[in-house]
């Protein structure tokens, strides 16, 4: 499952096992690593694997973690993010040989403010992370903050990604910007992952049109993936509609196809069925 920060990624394929098998499989201590960018600055260094997902090497770790950071930029509840590290690096005691789970009242907290923002997205609460399978609240799990305790997430404004700020254009600058590009897109969404720090777009490939392209190949066109630079880093609510279409212009750089301009295409608009058939006739 991908869930989308202006948009998220989630991958639901991890397959949870029986948390009573995984409190007999040996336990090894790891140290948390830089890249597993979801349980950075957390109060604890060393994870425990497997986890409580059945991850059992770092890889499948950082594979399935990163496609969860988006949820906790989404700012839906405090305690996301030690919800998550709870389940993804859980802490490693060498003195303790069960793991310490989050408690039941932690995951209904986070499913309580989390749930309605992933479900607009078209992803309802996955099985995997099921509230049930957590204990009651007691000394040996990890409870919600109490709300007096409570820290707001970031007392920062999101950085709006560049591609996605919102401009000034009417539809005649829109189409002479082509020019300043070697492609241009409308896309509907099929997959959105998050791979070194930026966001990967897989358009649907019957839904997708060219209307222009200079110095990028057919070849690459079939096999597109599109690149938003930095996209972990920064918000696209520009995006925050899996369903919709999109016109996307961008160049190719270091052979990707790196998105400069992404904007929601408003279907029945005249002023998008005016710029197609503008974009159409444009020579450059």
């Not at 973690?65 to 996301?80: F, R």
């Not at 305790?149 to 600058?173: L, S, Y």
């Not at 997959?191 to 358009?203: H, L």
């Not at 057919?218 to 690149?227: D, F, G, N, S, V």
């Amino acid at each position: 499952l991908t869930l989308l920060p202006g948009s998220f990624t989630m991958a639901a394929h991890c397959s949870p096992r029986g948390l009573h098998d995984l409190f007999h499989k040996k336990n090894s201590c790891k140290k948390i690593p830089e890249n597993l960018l979801l349980c950075n600055d957390i109060e604890y260094s060393e994870m425990r694997l497997p986890n409580l997902l059945g991850h059992e090497t770092m890889n499948e770790v950082l594979q399935q973690a990163s496609s969860w950071t988006p949820l906790v930029q989404k700012q839906c509840h405090p305690d996301t993010k030690k919800f998550l590290c709870s389940l993804f690096a859980p802490v490693c005691l060498d003195d303790l040989d069960e793991p310490i789970q989050p408690c039941r009242s932690l995951c209904e907290s986070v499913r309580h403010g989390c749930g309605p923002v992933m479900l607009a997205f078209g992803y309802p609460w996955p099985d995997m992370l099921d509230c049930n399978r957590f204990p009651p609240d007691n000394d040996l799990c990890i409870p919600p903050a109490s709300v007096e305790n409570v820290v707001p997430v970031t007392k920062e404004v999101p950085r709006v990604c560049d591609a996605c700020k919102e401009t000034e254009e009417n539809g005649n600058e829109i189409v002479d910007s082509l020019c300043k590009n070697d492609f241009a897109l409308k896309i509907k969404f099929k997959e959105i992952s998050y791979i070194n720090g930026d966001t990967k777009i897989v358009p649907e490939t019957k839904s997708k049109t060219i209307y222009m392209m200079n110095g990028v190949t057919e070849r690459e066109l079939r096999k597109t993936e599109l690149w938003l630079k930095d996209g972990l880093r920064c918000v696209c609510d520009e995006m925050n509609d899996i369903n919709g279409s999109y016109l996307v212009m961008g160049q190719k750089m270091d052979g990707h196809l790196v998105i400069t301009s992404l904007k929601r295409w408003q279907r029945g608009q005249r002023e998008f069925k005016r710029i197609s058939r503008s974009i159409r006739k444009k020579q450059c």
